[in-house]
C-alpha cells in the first residue's frame, strides 16, 4: 500500500560536490528507502562566497550527471550551509507565528547590523510554549532573498521543484536523530574539503553554529584532484590526518569553551560527517585525543534499496547525511 508513502528530493551544496538524494519517505522513517543519489563534482572556483559565479557551466554540468540518474520525483529540499546565514537568538512576546514574524520584521529586523541587504528569515522556537505567561525565546536565522531565489532558480533549470529551503545543520542533526542514541548536548561536525561547519544541539534544539576555514590538505592539487569515485577522500593517509586532526582541534578549542561557558553545560558527543576524509581514521584520532565521545554519522546502505546498493561507491558512508535527514524530515514524536 502507498498511501503513507512519498518520494522526496534533497540537495546539498558542498565546496566542491552536489549532492543529490531521492528517498522513498514512509511513515515510520527507519522503512523508508534511498532509492537514487548523485554526487557530482564542480571546480570550486565556480562558486565564491555562497554566490554562483559560473551559472551556465554550472547548470549545464549538473544536467549531464542527473542525465545518468532515475530520479522518480522533481520535488526536493534545498540546504544552506552555515557560512550563507546570520543568527540571531531573541526573547519574544506571546504571539502566534503569523504575528511574531510580522513582530520580528517590525521591531528586530531594522535595528540589525546584516552582512547582506534584502533579508529573509525564518525562525523556530526554544523549548516548551508558554507557561505562566513566561517569555520564550526563539532563533531567527536570516540570509539573502537574492541567494536563496538564486538557488531556488538554479533548481528549477535542473528540473526540480524546490518546496522547501533548511540549513544542512538541521538535515544533519535529523538523520542522527533517526538512527542514533544522541546524547542531549551534541556538537556536529559537517567537514568538507576546504571548511568545516560546526553546530551545537542541546536537547534537541539547534542553538549555535559556526563556520570555519580548514582544508583537509595543505596541498590544493591534492584536494581538487579529479577522480572516479567522487565521494572517495582525498586524504586517508595516518599521518596527514593526524596533522588535520590537530589543526581542527586548535580551532575547536575556543568554540568549544565559549559554547560551555555561555551555555553553562558539557558538550557529551562529537558527531563527524561529509566528505574529503577518511571518516574512521579521524574519528580514532580524535578519540585519542579528547575525552568526549566522538562518533562517525550512521552510513545508509541498510535502507538503499537493491539496485542502489549494487552501484554505490564504497566511501557512501557519512557523506550524504545532510541531504537524507532533509529528505526524511522531521520525526514525529
Given at each position: ?6 518520494n522526496?528530493l ?5 565546496d566542491?560536490l552536489?549532492k543529490?538524494?531521492?528517498v ?9 528507502r534511498?532509492i537514487e543519489?548523485?554526487?557530482?563534482p ?7 562566497g555562497?554566490?554562483?559565479q559560473e551559472?551556465e557551466?554550472?547548470?549545464?554540468t549538473?544536467?549531464?550527471g542527473?542525465?545518468e540518474k532515475?530520479?522518480?520525483t522533481?520535488k526536493a529540499?534545498?540546504s544552506?550551509n552555515?557560512?550563507?546565514?546570520y ?6 512576546p506571546?504571539?502566534r507565528?503569523?504575528?511574531l514574524?510580522k ?14 541587504d534584502n533579508?529573509t528569515?525564518?525562525?523556530h522556537r526554544?523549548?516548551h510554549v508558554?507557561e505562566?505567561?513566561g517569555e ?7 540570509t539573502s532573498?537574492?541567494k ?5 532558480e538554479?533548481?528549477?533549470?535542473l528540473?526540480?521543484?524546490p518546496?522547501?529551503?533548511q ?6 542533526y535529523?538523520w542522527?536523530?533517526?538512527h542514533?542514541q544522541?546524547?542531549?548536548?551534541v556538537?556536529?561536525?559537517?567537514i568538507a574539503?576546504?571548511?568545516v561547519e560546526i553546530?551545537l544541539?542541546?536537547?534537541g534544539n539547534?542553538i549555535?553554529w559556526?563556520?570555519i576555514?580548514?582544508s583537509v590538505s595543505m596541498d ?5 584532484r ?5 565521494l572517495k ?5 595516518e ?11 586548535i580551532?575547536?578549542?575556543?568554540i568549544?569553551d565559549g559554547?560551555?561557558?555561555?551555555h553553562?553545560?558539557?558538550i557529551?558527543e ?7 576524509i577518511?571518516f574512521?581514521?579521524?574519528?580514532q584520532y580524535l578519540n ?6 566522538v562518533?562517525v554519522s ?6 538503499m534499496?537493491k539496485?542502489v546498493a ?7 558512508g557519512p557523506?550524504?547525511?545532510v541531504p537524507l535527514?532533509?529528505a526524511?524530515g522531521?520525526?514525529?514524536?
Amino acid at each position: 500500500m502507498g498511501w503513507f508513502t512519498r518520494n522526496m528530493l534533497a540537495m546539498e551544496l558542498s565546496d566542491s560536490l552536489v549532492k543529490i538524494v531521492e528517498v522513498k519517505v514512509k511513515r515510520k522513517r527507519l522503512k523508508s528507502r534511498m532509492i537514487e543519489y548523485m554526487a557530482h563534482p564542480f571546480p570550486s572556483t565556480w562558486i565564491d562566497g555562497g554566490d554562483l559565479q559560473e551559472r551556465e557551466a554550472f547548470i549545464q554540468t549538473m544536467r549531464e550527471g542527473m542525465k545518468e540518474k532515475k530520479f522518480r520525483t522533481r520535488k526536493a529540499v534545498l540546504s544552506l550551509n552555515c557560512s550563507d546565514v546570520y543568527i540571531v537568538k531573541q526573547s519574544i512576546p506571546e504571539l502566534r507565528n503569523r504575528r511574531l514574524r510580522k513582530w520580528f520584521q517590525n521591531e528586530i529586523l531594522p535595528e540589525l547590523s546584516l552582512p547582506f541587504d534584502n533579508p529573509t528569515f525564518d525562525f523556530h522556537r526554544i523549548g516548551h510554549v508558554w507557561e505562566d505567561g513566561g517569555e520564550q525565546e526563539a532563533i531567527f536565522v536570516m540570509t539573502s532573498k537574492e541567494k536563496v531565489e538564486q538557488w531556488v532558480e538554479v533548481a528549477g533549470w535542473l528540473g526540480l521543484e524546490p518546496v522547501g529551503v533548511q540549513l544542512a545543520p538541521l538535515g544533519l542533526y535529523r538523520w542522527l536523530d533517526l538512527h542514533m542514541q544522541l546524547a542531549e548536548n551534541v556538537m556536529l561536525l559537517q567537514i568538507a574539503k576546504t571548511r568545516v561547519e560546526i553546530s551545537l544541539v542541546i536537547q534537541g534544539n539547534l542553538i549555535e553554529w559556526k563556520s570555519i576555514p580548514l582544508s583537509v590538505s595543505m596541498d590544493d592539487d591534492q584536494i581538487y584532484r579529479p577522480q572516479m569515485d567522487s565521494l572517495k577522500p582525498v586524504v586517508r593517509d595516518e599521518e596527514e590526518i593526524s596533522v588535520y586532526g590537530e589543526r581542527l582541534l586548535i580551532q575547536l578549542e575556543e568554540i568549544v569553551d565559549g559554547w560551555k561557558a555561555n551555555h553553562s553545560i558539557d558538550i557529551m558527543e562529537w558527531v563527524l560527517s561529509g566528505e574529503g576524509i577518511d571518516f574512521s581514521l579521524l574519528q580514532q584520532y580524535l578519540n585519542e585525543q579528547v575525552d568526549t565521545k566522538v562518533s562517525v554519522s550512521p552510513s545508509p546502505e541498510n535502507m538503499m534499496s537493491k539496485r542502489v546498493a549494487k552501484k554505490a561507491s564504497q566511501w557512501i558512508g557519512p557523506t550524504l547525511s545532510v541531504p537524507l535527514g532533509l529528505a526524511l524530515g522531521r520525526r514525529k514524536r
